[in-house]
């Protein structure tokens, strides 16, 4: 995803992304449109406050003549006056803001909803090269950025306008001279707002680059925390996420630095607009120009104050706007990955599963040309189990990511039951296969929501019967709480065995008629573990088509066929017997293997 780190004509790009963003205001066009029709009146009645300001000076204070009793009176109707067109905007700001907040609250839900829809349909190549903090970033404060804009920002900027365009009306109408030396200084407003608004943009972006690199770095290193500790690395990791921290901080310095130099400008602005205020209109009522009364200063001297409220506010709304832009390339960006190759529009079908496998020529490669898999072909009858042995590196869980369609092929075929699996449908595809790989991921829960996956067509019975066909139910009910017991993330307080054998009462649970596939799951268990498991294996292998691909002895001496991968190529293929007998590369990796002492 490059889109966030590159510089793009922001001009045209803003326009295209406020396009989009304004796709999920779409649905609530009819709460933001009663929001927006708030801000007139709330605007009306707010800038109409000082008009009784005017009044209370000129008619009541400041008037010659009348009884003290009756001007009392008089500033006390004023003041209700006052306080019942207060209560009122009170109150439709109130309702204002309710809506306004209800509406961001589903705009914030939808977007993290299709950004989580959209991770759940990238193809897993993806994931190698995006680290997960960047990702999370996405989903937390970048949509948080977006949904800000979409309603305190777009709305608010509307309520800003309304508001500036009352406060020129009354102005206009008190004194239009007054108004018009106020207006002079909006040019020199605009000018600096627009030359700091370049650069506040930019350290956004900075911002939200450095962020996605902090939470990336932070997640590998808590997930990494065991290494870190055996390995006496501590202060190794706390420099290294110091200077992660740092260059956050400086971002953050930068942008705040900038930011800063907007309310000094509308201070000095909003100094110098009183100052000159006071001159004009005091110069006015010194020389006894009637266009100009007591109460209309105090009045103007009130709006000046007003007036540069909003225009602050619009400083705060360009800041929304700039961190939401940075924001929206990169979820954008996000969204506009390519997905999983999607299915044909009509997918074929299988009149009966059996579970033949055949890799015709396959070639593949996670980038450009740098093949892992090389011109490989065998075939699997319905029923037969093979190994797949070879070196670290070798290809060997390539081989089944490619028949799971995790990765798409770079050339050749796989067909399963003699139908391409790129003619079926993906979701049908792994229906069929029960994968158990070689580090099972354990979710937070509870032991038997591992096995069901929240499958409604489980029920407890039927999680119970795969933990007890693969031998999971031992261990499962030793423990306190039994099928119930918590299960803390990525199943902290398991050990590797009771992983695989969760993962095995899994994938019986799932997928009842299956093709197994076992990468090295006996690879890091004990051995009164692995007996389990082995027990587990020739059960649930009796009938099926298995692919164990396995460094234990003990696991490749029981298949019917051994499959032999050298640098992405399949070299040999046979029983055990024949492969020892024959003297091959085989037999050099059996005598290694056969020379390592026992656990």
């Not at 649905?27 to 000082?50: I, K, S």
């Not at 260059?247 to 000094?264: D, M, N, T």
């Amino acid at each position: 995803m490059n889109l966030p780190e590159t510089e793009i004509p922001t001009r045209l790009f803003d326009r295209v992304l406020l396009r989009r963003l304004l796709r999920y205001a779409r649905p609530h066009r009819a709460a933001l449109a009663a929001c927006v029709g708030l801000l007139l009146p709330m605007a009306l009645l707010t800038n109409a406050l000082p008009l009784f300001v005017r009044r209370a000076v000129d008619d009541v204070l400041v008037a010659s003549g009348g009884r003290p009793a009756d001007r009392l009176r008089g500033l006390l109707a004023l003041a209700g006056l006052y306080i019942a067109v207060a209560a009122v905007a009170f109150g439709l700001r109130f309702v204002h803001g309710l809506i306004l907040s209800r509406v961001g609250l589903r705009i914030l839900y939808r977007l993290r909803a299709d950004i989580f829809a959209k991770v759940l349909r990238l193809p897993l190549r993806l994931f190698d090269r995006i680290p997960v903090g960047r990702l999370m970033t996405r989903v937390t404060s970048d949509v948080e950025a977006m949904q800000r804009l979409l309603t305190d920002g777009l709305v608010g900027l509307v309520g800003d306008v309304f508001t500036l365009a009352g406060l020129v009306g009354y102005m206009l109408y008190l004194s239009p001279r007054l108004a018009g030396y106020l207006l002079l200084l909006l040019p020199f407003l605009f000018a600096s707002v627009a030359f700091l608004n370049r650069r506040i943009r930019r350290s956004h972006r900075d911002v939200r680059r450095r962020q996605s690199a902090l939470n990336a770095h932070l997640q590998e290193q808590l997930t990494g925390m065991t290494t870190i500790q055996l390995f006496n690395r501590e202060s190794h990791a706390a420099r290294r996420f110091d200077r992660f921290n740092a260059e956050l901080r400086e971002a953050f310095l930068s942008a705040i630095r900038w930011f800063s130099w907007l309310f000094p400008s509308m201070e000095a602005l909003n100094a110098v607009a009183v100052l000159l205020i006071l001159a004009v209109g005091g110069h006015a009522l010194l020389k006894g120009d009637g266009r100009v009364s007591l109460g209309i200063l105090v009045a103007f001297l009130a709006y000046i104050r007003e007036f540069f409220r909003p225009l602050e506010d619009l400083s705060d709304k360009s800041n929304i706007l700039q961190a939401a832009m940075a924001s929206s390339e990169r979820v954008f960006g996000l969204l506009d990955e390519p997905e999983e190759q999607p299915d044909l529009p009509h997918p074929l079908e299988w009149t009966g599963f059996r579970g033949g496998v055949e890799f015709d020529r396959v070639w593949f490669a996670y980038e450009g040309e740098n093949w892992v898999l090389q011109d490989v072909s065998f075939r699997l009858e319905p029923g037969e189990s093979v190994a797949v042995v070879g070196a670290t590196g070798a290809g060997k869980t390539s081989l089944i990511s490619l028949l799971a369609r995790f990765y798409e092929v770079s050339r050749g075929a796989i067909r399963l039951d003699g139908l391409d699996v790129r003619d079926v449908r993906r979701a049908e595809l792994r229906r069929r296969i029960g994968l158990v790989p070689q580090d099972p991921f354990i979710f937070t829960g509870t032991l038997a929501t591992n096995i069901s996956l929240d499958n409604p067509a489980l029920d407890r019975a039927a999680v119970r019967a795969a933990a007890q066909f693969v031998n999971a139910a031992l261990f499962i009910e030793a423990r306190p709480g039994g099928f119930d017991g918590p299960v803390l993330e990525r199943g902290a307080t398991l050990s590797t065995g009771q992983k695989q054998l969760l993962a095995l009462a899994r994938a019986v649970a799932q997928n009842p008629d299956i093709l197994l596939i076992l990468d090295e799951a006996t690879a890091s268990v004990d051995t009164e573990t692995e007996r389990l498991i082995q027990d587990a294996l020739r059960r649930l292998m009796k009938g099926r088509t298995s692919i164990v691909i396995a460094h234990r002895l003990s696991t490749i001496r029981h298949v019917d066929r051994i499959l032999v991968l050298r640098q992405g190529r399949l070299v040999e293929q046979g029983t055990h017997a024949q492969l020892i007998h024959e003297g091959g590369y085989y037999r050099r990796l059996y005598d290694l293997l056969a020379r390592q002492p026992p656990r």
